[in-house]
């Protein structure tokens, strides 16, 4: 029981550093700061292994205002069905982040799927929303999962998409997934 109450703690401390950094207006000291909180890289990772694997890129709004942001990394091909292009997070308009799935058959706008993710010996099932254009899954969960909440260990994310026409299976590497967020964090436009 006090190792549960230790990692707790530790969990709301984390969550309370994350959340100091985010509020610094400064693009750069925004960066530093979610830096500190990354744990040390091992020696023999390149530099900047999160550039070649996570894909930062920046899309111009048609109608004006500040670029959209996201991050985005590839379905491993070897594990994944065609339908699955890989998993997307993207800066909001209001704070903080948003998960999606994407992919490449689209499903109907606004539609509702279940998503399975594969957490080793345990599975959980996750409401997923289909975005307007139909060609991504909006995942009802915050992005510092994978960075200092229940979901910092994996090594991949496994998910099956439920259809009626057919299930989609995939996987998708997260090495380089907590650089690349601070990365991201720190690009996204200020309100």
């Known amino acids: 029981m006090v190792g549960a109450t230790l990692g707790f703690a530790q969990e709301r401390d984390s969550q309370q550093d994350f959340d100091r950094c985010k509020a610094i207006a400064s693009d750069s000291a925004r960066l530093d700061c979610l830096k500190q909180l990354l ?6 990772a390149p530099a900047d292994s999160a550039g070649a694997i996570w894909r930062l890129i920046r899309t111009p709004r048609p109608n004006g205002g500040p670029d959209a942001v996201a991050i985005m990394r590839t379905a491993d091909t070897a594990q994944s069905d065609p339908d ?21 058959r689209p499903f109907p706008a606004r539609s509702k799927r279940d998503v399975v993710v594969n957490l080793g010996s345990t599975t959980s099932i996750l409401h997923a929303e289909t975005s307007t254009p139909g060609t991504a899954l909006v995942l ?20 099956e998409i439920r259809d009626a026409e057919s299930n989609v299976r995939g996987v998708i590497p997260l090495d380089g997934l907590a650089p690349a967020l601070a990365k991201l964090l720190a690009s996204c436009p200020s309100g």
């Open 39 to 44: 744990p040390n890289a091992s020696s023999d």
């Open 140 to 159: 009802p969960i915050d992005a510092t999962f994978f960075t200092i909440g229940p979901w910092r260990h994996l090594k991949q994310l496994s998910v």
């Open 84 to 104: 699955l292009a890989g998993l997307m997070i993207r800066c909001q308009d209001k704070p903080g982040l948003e998960v999606v799935l994407a992919l490449l």
